[in-house]
């Protein structure tokens, strides 16, 4: 946990370092997090975007991502996570495994 | 006993065993004292698993499965409040916990690898038993929408720890 915080807190601050990479305005999107599965991932995501990690389950979940990602994510927790990079980031919960989903940044 | 022996008649005892103990399916509240009974088996093994093994992956699913199981029987037993249902003992309950305490204390036995291994099929086992049950007899015998839903849930939890489990079991090897 103080890990993946960690890793978290270092792609945040390395994003706010970094110059915007998009024209349009950087907005936030919501991926909610319920029934041991992860909402619709929105489309048209870019680099500079923030993408808000919100829990509604019961149980503590992670979004990981190998090397690029691990954001904690206990239960009614919300977590935000600027992106820095443009790519397909396919991403999984490290506690349960039959959670999946694809981050598509441009 | 085996291990694919002890599940088979723990699967019995679930399946075969509740249609025949229970005309029409269990209650309610035998559904819901089923369901907290089965929780509780197996946050009992993952606490003797975080006594006993030193492997990393091992103790953090054991660590999972208990932090998982006391959030949904937290829930539950919320939710028996709620409905004012009050849990009520059945031979399946009996006899799950009859065969986790025989499985505990053959657990007890074993050290390092040799429990770490053991402990993971057993999970395996004990998750794919209980997810049958809950999908076969439970959620349908279940009357309120709202013990269905958590019931619902509770599979999906112990299809995702069984899937875990399976990993586990593939690295141990
Ligand atoms: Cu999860």
């Not at chain 1, 305005?25 to 993408?51: E, M, N, Q, S, Y």
């Not at chain 2, 606490?47 to 990393?56: I, W």
């Not at chain 2, 037993?77 to 916990?97: I, R």
Request: with cysteine; charged share 15%; glycine share 8%.
């Amino acid at each position: 946990m103080r890990c993946a915080r960690l890793a978290g807190a270092l792609l945040i601050t390395i994003a706010a370092a970094a110059p915007a990479g998009a024209k349009s305005a950087p907005r936030t999107v919501t991926v909610i997090v319920d029934k041991l599965a992860f909402g619709t991932i929105p489309a048209g995501l870019h680099v500079g975007d923030t993408v808000r990690w919100v829990n509604r389950d019961l149980f503590l979940h992670s979004a990981t991502s190998s090397g690029h990602f691990d954001i904690g994510l206990p239960p009614g927790a919300q977590r935000n996570m600027r992106l820095t990079r443009a790519g397909q980031f396919a991403f999984i919960c490290k506690y349960h495994p039959g959670m999946k989903g694809k981050l598509t940044v441009q | 006993m085996t291990t694919s022996l002890r599940i088979a008649a723990a699967s019995a005892l679930l399946i075969g065993g509740g249609a025949a103990a229970y005309a029409g399916g269990p209650t309610d509240p035998q559904i819901a004292h089923i369901a907290y009974t089965a929780g509780t088996i197996d946050i009992a093994a993952a606490k003797q698993a975080l006594v006993r093994s030193h492997n990393k992956a091992v103790r953090s699913f054991a660590q999972e499965m208990v932090r998982d199981h006391t959030a949904v029987n937290d829930k539950a037993l919320a939710l028996v409040k709620k409905l004012h249902v009050t849990p009520e003992a059945n031979p399946t309950s009996a006899g799950l916990s009859k065969q986790a305490s025989a499985t505990l204390a053959r657990l007890s036995h074993l050290h390092g690898r040799q429990f770490d291994r053991a402990y993971v099929a057993s999970e395996v086992g004990y998750h794919k038993t209980v997810n049958g049950a809950l999908a076969d007899t439970l959620i349908p015998s279940a009357n309120n929408a709202e013990l269905k839903s958590l019931l619902q849930t509770g599979l999906t939890l112990f299809r995702e720890h069984q899937q875990h489990a399976e990993q586990l079991q593939a690295a141990l090897k």
